[in-house]
């Protein structure tokens, strides 16, 4: 009976990682999260330094901060956005860097994610 809570118990645990990849898995929302990285920012800071339209950057912001990844303030009429945990989500990048950096061309030339498949 042990066993199969422990395999319930890591399936559900595995769910959850794979949400959380998933606030990192669009490029836009990856450039949001490493452009919060330098400080906290407006959604009229993010939209000018990025180049993405207002209504990319906010829809990209909500889905981010109802993953718990960032956190908003009000400020004025606007919102400030930060990093929830800067340092845990700077780990992270990091270690992808260092990954991507070991497997080379591999990830984007996946047939099922890599950058062909996604075009």
Known sequence: MAMKELVIDESAGLAVAACLFHGFS???????????ALGPH????????LGLA??????????????GLVD???QG?????TLSHPEATLDLLS???RLLGLTGDAVA????????ANS
């Open 26 to 36: 669009d490029a836009s929302r990856l450039a949001i999260v490493r452009h919060l």
């Open 42 to 49: 407006r959604v009229v800071d993010l939209t000018e330094h």
């Open 54 to 67: 207002q209504s990319t950057v906010s829809k990209h912001l909500a889905c981010l901060r109802d993953c």
């Open 72 to 74: 908003s303030r009000p």
């Open 77 to 81: 009429r606007a919102s400030m956005f």
């Open 95 to 97: 270690a992808a860097e």
């Open 109 to 116: 030339l996946c047939p099922v994610y890599g950058v062909e």
